[in-house]
T-cell receptor, first 116, second 113 residues
Framework: AQSVTQLDSQVPVFEEAPVELRCNYSSSVSVYLFWYVQYPNQGLQLLLKYLSGSTLVKGINGFEAEFNKSQTSFHLRKPSVHISDTAEYFCAVSAGPNSGNTPLVFGKGTRLSVIA | EAGVAQSPRYKIIEKRQSVAFWCNPISGHATLYWYQQILGQGPKLLIQFQNNGVVDDSQLPKDRFSAERLKGVDSTLKIQPAKLEDSAVYLC???????????FGPGTRLTVT
């Protein structure tokens, strides 16, 4: 089984400053990793995913994440945040190749608040 | 392309009442999921369908929750009777074939009083 730990429940940051949202995972098999964003009263939107290949993954809205297998981490970063980035961010994991259509296991979320 | 549709968006009921949620996945998506998201937590899988068959319902409280996906398209999730702890957002997601991205609907926010 897989599990995800998001190390920060809330992250306040000033506009145009960089941000890192931390995510660690646990799994006995290879994994796929995802970051989703949830704006108020909306569903989840995929920011980026790691399936295989390059460990640095670029997503939408200027976000990127780096897969670190030895540290079992998948931290999300953005060099300069905007007010519109204020939202809840979820890290998720699923079993990797040859595991079929396994569901996502989510972390508890990190609330990013961008301050003007 | 239309996204995942869910209704109603909001529902308030008293404990011990019944409630049903509806989900229409993206056309052609064979896999459908129902997740429960309690305030302050990440979504948790309740049930997964592949076409109209159940793949995983190990975390569905079967004494009060039921779900079906007739004809492998729309799905309904029912709670009978509801408890206070069922207050949550119920998210439906769908997925196409072997692509690993799940597309989420806007959710139904249930409040049990």
């Amino acid at each position: 089984a897989q599990s995800v730990t998001q190390l920060d429940s809330q992250v306040p940051v000033f506009e145009e400053a960089p941000v890192e949202l931390r995510c660690n995972y646990s799994s006995s098999v290879s994994v796929y990793l995802f970051w989703y964003v949830q704006y108020p009263n909306q569903g989840l939107q995929l920011l980026l995913k790691y399936l295989s290949g390059s460990t640095l993954v670029k997503g939408i809205n200027g976000f990127e994440a780096e897969f670190n297998k030895s540290q079992t981490s998948f931290h999300l970063r953005k060099p300069s945040v905007h007010i519109s980035d204020t939202a809840e961010y979820f890290c998720a994991v699923s079993a990797g190749p040859n595991s079929g259509n396994t569901p996502l296991v989510f972390g508890k979320g990190t609330r990013l608040s961008v301050i003007a | 392309e239309a996204g995942v549709a869910q209704s109603p968006r909001y529902k308030i009921i008293e404990k011990r009442q019944s409630v049903a949620f509806w989900c229409n996945p993206i056309s052609g998506h064979a896999t459908l999921y129902w997740y429960q998201q309690i305030l302050g937590q990440g979504p948790k899988l309740l049930i997964q369908f592949q076409n109209n068959g159940v793949v995983d319902d190990s975390q569905l409280p079967k004494d009060r929750f039921s779900a079906e996906r007739l004809k492998g398209v729309d799905s309904t999730l029912k709670i009978q009777p509801a408890k206070l702890e069922d207050s949550a957002v119920y998210l439906c997601a769908s997925r196409q074939g072997n692509y690993y991205e799940q597309y989420f609907g806007p959710g139904t926010r249930l409040t049990v009083t």
